[in-house]
């Protein structure tokens, strides 16, 4: 599907409340990808058992919705954003929501990454990876990372990043 408008994303980490059950963060995932799936969102969740990381894209109206939403869940605290901006294409195009459960090393590795550029790959000069390809390479590894939620085939293949064809 093309994209009739600039992609808008957004990143935050955030941390679970204390007293909020493990089965209530499943629910919300579930809740989340059903309104993403409504509203043309793609988003990548990790959390791994204490922080959230999230990057979610989509129409400008609509991200900025959900980001709305989030911000005002009372299941998550300290939030706080990494980076926001505009993309060419999604980056994520076949998840409406890819719950990732994994490791508190994965998620800061994510968290602590190059957040600077939203869109494009880290130039092969350098050989460094962004924040985006660290996540890219979590949600589509078969490693340690499990997905909870099944990812929705949400678009179709024409902007879909090379990485993501190897996706379950
Ligand atoms: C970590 C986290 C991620 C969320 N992601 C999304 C999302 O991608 N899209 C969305 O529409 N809502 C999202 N939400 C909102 C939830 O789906 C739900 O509406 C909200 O958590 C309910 O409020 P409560 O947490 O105060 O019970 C998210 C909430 C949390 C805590």
Do not use: C
Not at 40 to 54: A, E, M, P, R, Y
Not at 66 to 94: C, M, Q, W
């Amino acid at each position: 599907m093309r994209e009739d408008m600039a992609v808008q994303a957004i990143a935050y980490i955030s941390q679970l409340v204390e007293d909020v059950p493990a089965q209530r963060v499943d629910q919300i995932a579930a809740e989340a990808e059903s309104s993403n799936l409504l509203f043309g969102i793609t988003s990548i969740l990790l959390f791994d058992g204490k922080s959230f990381l999230q990057y979610l894209e989509g129409p400008e109206r609509e991200v900025k919705k959900a980001y709305a939403k989030i911000l005002k869940s009372t299941s998550h605290n300290e939030i706080v954003e990494l980076k926001r901006g505009r993309v060419g294409v999604r980056r994520f195009p076949d998840w409406a929501l890819r719950f990732l459960r994994v490791g508190e090393q994965e998620l800061h590795h994510a968290a602590t990454g190059d957040w600077t550029g939203l869109a494009r790959r880290r130039a092969a000069d350098t050989g460094a990876t962004t924040a985006i390809d660290r996540l890219a390479k979590l949600a589509t590894a078969e490693g340690p990372a499990e997905a909870v939620v099944a990812g929705v085939l949400y678009f179709g293949a024409q902007d879909r990043p090379s990485e993501a064809e190897s996706a379950p």
